[in-house]
């Protein structure tokens, strides 16, 4: 009785080379077209999320010139390091409220204001009116929020 070794002809269950190359390069592709799509939305989010922040920085202002029957201040200054609102009293002595907006991933092109510093007076309304744009430019699409605010208190993001 002779035995046969049927090993070497018999084929092994599981992928072969070609098969797993063609996997890897379709979740390749995949990947880098999903990567520039979530760049863009984190890049959106952090707009809005700045502008919901001057937003309610501006609000915090009119609600501390009421509840505290003083003028307050809302300044926008930038530098080299920061992007900064504050909100202090009129001389400027306290502060209530600073926001830097490099911190929320914002650089100095990024934000313009139409003006520096206005003053929130207790009856509810302001020196001047108030617009901060944002505009952050992602694989050549634009971002943009304003924010506008009123001399009679009005806040909006548009």
Do not use: C, H
Not at 43 to 66: H, K, M, N, P, W
């Amino acid at each position: 009785m002779r035995l046969t070794t049927t090993s070497r002809l018999r084929t092994r269950p599981g992928f072969s080379l070609i098969e797993m190359l063609i996997v890897v390069i379709l979740v390749g592709i995949v990947m880098s077209i999903a990567g520039v799509r979530v760049s863009g939305m984190m890049t959106q989010q952090r707009v809005i999320r700045a502008a919901g922040t001057i937003q309610t920085d501006f609000e915090l202002a009119y609600a501390l010139a009421g509840r505290n029957r003083v003028p307050t201040k809302i300044t926008f200054a930038t530098s080299a390091s920061a992007i900064t609102i504050k909100v202090t009293n009129r001389t400027g002595d306290t502060t209530f409220k600073t926001t830097d907006l490099k911190l929320l991933g914002l650089v100095n092109g990024d934000v313009t204001a139409s003006s520096n510093t206005i003053t929130v007076f207790p009856q509810g309304f302001a020196s001047d009116t108030l617009s901060i744009q944002i505009s952050v430019t992602k694989n050549s699409i634009n971002y943009k929020r304003r924010v506008r605010m009123s001399r009679a208190g009005m806040v909006k993001v548009i």
